[in-house]
């Protein structure tokens, strides 16, 4: 028997909440349901980036410096910096992360150079930069590898920002919270959904990663 040759199963929220419902079992209440459920998935992606980091949330920013410019404001869609390099004459140079407690101690804040350090204070509402030390130019571009928020999910017609390797678990962890609110929900199988989608969520991060081999070395002084 021929197989479909395809490779684009996609769910969009509606059969996200749909699956979720069947999970739960019981009487379908619809009303207001399907807006709470998109309410609890946007709670569910926000817990999702508590624990961890997903590799499709990665993605580059550049910002191009500006003469004697201490901090740069990074988009409001990334969490976090991971790594960050000064590119000069196409060349790229990696900068170290300090704390922001380091960078509190550093005497001359207002010094010129090619940066080679960064601190990074996370707000309430965006991440902002602190370069080290300050540029000297307006040429140069600092590349910053950041994490970056899941898109808002407003709508169930659109799908989730995630892979679809995460959906088993995106099924069930919406199946989970909604079941908590839902009256008349056995509390058994409340935990029996949690217990699924936990075990879910943990096979979906551990084939998350990267495949390339580390090596660490210790630093001797």
């Given amino acids: 028997m021929a197989t479909s040759g395809t490779y684009t199963f996609s769910m969009d929220i509606d059969e996200v909440i749909e699956e979720a419902l069947e999970m739960i079992g019981g009487e379908a209440t619809l009303g207001n349901e ?3 459920a ?8 926000q817990d999702w ?3 961890g980091i997903q590799l499709w949330t990665i993605g580059t920013t550049a910002v191009t410096v500006a003469t004697s410019v201490t901090s740069y404001v990074l988009g409001e869609e990334n969490i976090d910096v991971l790594e960050a390099v000064v590119n000069r004459d196409n060349i790229d140079l990696q ?20 940066p080679t350090q960064f601190a990074v204070r996370r707000e309430r509402d965006q991440s902002r930069v602190f370069l080290w030390p300050v540029p000297e130019n307006s040429t140069d571009a600092i590349k910053f590898e950041t994490v970056k928020y899941f898109q ?5 017609s659109q799908t989730a920002d995630i892979s679809r390797r995460f959906y088993p678990c995106l099924t069930a962890g919406t199946a989970y919270f909604m079941s908590m609110k839902r009256p008349g929900v056995d509390a ?10 936990e075990d879910r969520l943990l ?6 990663k990267e495949r390339a081999s580390m090596y ?5 002084r």
Wanted: proline content about 5%; hydrophobic content about 30%; charged content about 35%.
């Fill in 188 to 197: 058994g199988r409340i935990q029996m959904i949690k217990g699924e989608y």
């Fill in 49 to 51: 980036q508590n624990r």
């Fill in 152 to 156: 808002d999910v407003s709508k169930s």
């Fill in 216 to 220: 660490i070395l210790p630093r001797l």
């Fill in 38 to 45: 998109r309410r609890s998935i946007n709670l569910l992606l």
């Fill in 34 to 36: 399907p807006k709470s």
């Fill in 203 to 208: 096979r979906a991060q551990e084939e998350d």
């Fill in 95 to 114: 900068l170290e992360r300090i704390s922001m407690e380091e960078y509190l101690k550093v005497p001359r804040k207002g010094q010129t150079g090619r």
